[in-house]
């Protein structure tokens, strides 16, 4: 059982991810380019990931991923209940948005730090 804390050094740990702010929300960009946002008092991440990888998230972990809802969820934005999600799921789930948005030249060094 993750908290802030916990989630955001998660996140600022992926190679180049920095502190950003999306609409006065605490959030994480690799690139110049969001992929996470924090909300601190719903212990909720949102993420953003492939749309196929979302739909199979949402399907194998119903209670705790969700797509958002409309068009920003269409694009592969999805909510996580980083309260509910065990250690192994969460780092795969900051780890597919890192890699996600993260310029090419970033994501092999993501794969020589493994």
Aim: proline share 4%; charged share 25%; glycine share 8%.
């Amino acid at each position: 059982m993750a908290d802030f804390d916990t989630v955001r050094t998660l996140v600022l740990a992926l190679p180049s991810a920095v502190d950003a702010d999306d609409h006065g929300k605490p959030a994480a960009a690799v690139g110049g380019k969001l992929f996470c946002v924090f909300n601190r008092n719903s212990a909720r991440l949102t993420v953003k990931l492939d749309p196929e990888d979302q739909r199979n998230l949402c399907d194998g972990y119903t209670s705790i991923v969700t797509a958002v809802d409309g068009y920003w969820g269409r694009k592969g934005w999805t909510h996580v209940d980083y309260a509910s999600a065990d250690d192994a799921l969460l780092s795969t789930l900051v780890t597919l948005a890192w890699t996600t948005v993260a310029p090419k030249r970033l994501r092999g060094t993501l794969k020589s730090e493994a």
